[in-house]
Each structure stands twice: as structure tokens, then as C-alpha cells.
């Protein structure tokens, strides 16, 4: 079992910036086997993936729409997964989840990256509010 928490959203103005927390607490699971990953969801529109990290080495994957804003990082040693958001713009505006898998793949273990399929991830958090004003 795999419990996460996010936290860290708030409101603020186009441009500035936010950082995102997802505290981890797996009783056992090793915090190092884990596809984590962030994802959002806006009203009205499906959840996306916006960046994954594979635990076990830092191995990072963005969407398109979010690389040069957003950088995902983990500290070990607090089991936490992070997600500084930059230059925020009015779309970024959205319920952002963290999400997590256990997983070990040779492919993974080697500097591959996780995919970011939703099927993938079968933890969740509760999720945080951004909301960006313009």
C-alpha cells in the first residue's frame, strides 16, 4: 500500500511560480521502486500526465506542454516528490494529482523512464488546487 499527499497549491498571478509536494508513505514498498508521477486536471477536461520520475534513478520524463516550466525532483531521504512549477500561465489552472506505481523493469533499473499512461498508476493523492490569475 502506498499512501500520498500532495501539497503546496494556492492561488497565484500569471508568472509566478509554485511548488508542489507529494508526501509517500509505503509501509512496503521501497520509496526507490516507485513510477511516480504529477498529473492535472482542469474543469471540464480529462486528467493529464504532466511529468513522471522513476525513483530508483531520478530518471525524468515531461509532456510537451509543460518542459522548460516545470522540473519533478525526489528527496529519498523525506520520500518526497516534488514539482516546481514556473512562469505559471492562466491554463495551468487545475486540481494537480501525484500518482504512483511500484514497479522494477530492467529497462528502468538501466535510466529508462516512465511512461505516463493514467492506467499505469494505481495510487492516488487527494490532489492540490492551482489557480493562476491573469
Known amino acids: 500500500q502506498v499512501q500520498l499527499v500532495e501539497s503546496g497549491g494556492g492561488s497565484v498571478q500569471a508568472g509566478g511560480s509554485l511548488r508542489l509536494s507529494c508526501a509517500a508513505s509505503?509501509?512496503?514498498?521501497?520509496?526507490?521502486?516507485?513510477?511516480m508521477g504529477w498529473f492535472r486536471q482542469a474543469p471540464g477536461k480529462e486528467r493529464e500526465g504532466v511529468a513522471t520520475?522513476?525513483?530508483?534513478?531520478?530518471?525524468?520524463y515531461y509532456s510537451d506542454s509543460v518542459k522548460g516550466r516545470f522540473t519533478v525532483s525526489q528527496d529519498n531521504a523525506k520520500n518526497t516528490l516534488y514539482l516546481q512549477i514556473n512562469n505559471l500561465k492562466y491554463d495551468d489552472t487545475a486540481v494537480y494529482y501525484c500518482?504512483?506505481?511500484?514497479?522494477?523493469?530492467?529497462?528502468?533499473?538501466?535510466?529508462?523512464?516512465?511512461?505516463?499512461?493514467?492506467?499505469?498508476?494505481?495510487?492516488w493523492g487527494q490532489g492540490t488546487q492551482v489557480t493562476v490569475s491573469s
Open positions: 500518482a504512483a506505481v511500484v514497479v522494477w523493469l530492467p529497462s528502468l533499473a538501466a535510466g529508462g523512464t516512465c511512461r505516463m499512461e493514467l492506467s499505469d498508476f494505481n495510487y
Open positions: 509505503a509501509s512496503t514498498y521501497p520509496f526507490n521502486r516507485l513510477c
Open positions: 520520475i522513476y525513483t530508483g534513478t531520478g530518471s525524468t
